[in-house]
């Protein structure tokens, strides 16, 4: 019997048929890495937030501090990464698998830091702000499933070797400063924040930072969303 061939114009449609099925596939294949690799981010974040809830059960209360200065300064004792050491004690959760920062082999410009975490705290915990605070202890928090408390650190920039970033400075000009500090779009256009309880979202930045200028009369702020700040927290 004899054995039928594949034409030139058979060929082309098979391998047509191929590039249209891959064109279809990759897509999907694509989302779905990215989406695990969200879903990894979130679980590290959430293994940090129930170690600091471990240490202020061992400490009346209180919660870790920063110690990681955007700029050079560094504060061994403080650091929350050195702090929390003994309570998550896996080094690989204090990084995104999407992370892809270059400052994990090479210093930050002008520093003699490298990255050694993909998260931060915000500064509300750390410091005294606007003669307000710190946040320093969980039960201070009114609405702490409402109040975020890590956030994913920008890639490169100053506050790539920080370990802490600063809500109550954005508002002048919100996204464009946030983004010097965090950021915002990692996971699918979004990025995991961790809120005071433990819990982790996957939230665009508007989600968790806007600001009503229509009815704004500075520096009378009305929010739409201010999820930093413990007193507003929404």
Same mark, same amino acid.
């Given at each position: ?7 030139? #114009? ?23 890495? !990215? ?28 919660? #870790? ?22 309570? @998550? ?13 270059? !400052? ?14 993909? +998260?931060?705290?915000?500064? @509300? ?23 975020? +408390? ?45 809120? #005071?309880?433990? !819990? ?12 009503? @200028? ?13 999820? +930093? ?6």
């Amino acid at each position: 019997m004899r054995r039928h061939a594949f034409t030139l #114009v058979e060929l082309l449609v098979v391998i047509a048929i191929i590039a249209l099925l891959i064109s279809i596939l990759l897509p999907s294949l694509s989302a779905a890495r !990215h989406q695990a690799r969200r879903t990894v981010c979130a679980s590290n974040l959430r293994s940090l937030a129930l170690a600091v809830h471990a240490y202020a059960n061992d400490h009346r209360d209180r919660l #870790v501090t920063a110690g990681l200065a955007h700029g050079g300064s560094v504060n061994e004792h403080a650091t929350w990464l050195n702090t929390l050491k003994k309570d @998550y004690n896996n080094t690989l959760i204090a990084r995104c698998p999407a992370d892809e920062s270059p !400052h994990w082999e090479t210093f930050v410009p002008d520093t003699e830091q490298l990255r050694r975490s993909s +998260y931060g705290v915000t500064y @509300y915990t750390v410091q005294q702000i606007g003669g307000r605070g710190p946040w320093n202890q969980l039960s201070m928090f009114p609405r702490p499933a409402q109040t975020i +408390y890590m956030v994913e650190l920008a890639e490169t920039g100053t506050y790539a070797a920080s370990d802490h970033v600063h809500p109550e400075n954005w508002w002048p000009d919100p996204e464009r400063l946030a983004r010097e500090e965090m950021t915002l779009g990692r996971h699918l256009k979004k990025a995991n924040y961790t809120f #005071v309880d433990t !819990h982790v979202e996957p939230l665009s930045f508007k989600e968790t930072y806007d600001i009503d @200028y229509e009815n704004s009369q500075f520096p009378r702020i009305v929010w739409r969303h201010n999820k +930093y700040d413990p007193e507003i927290a929404h």
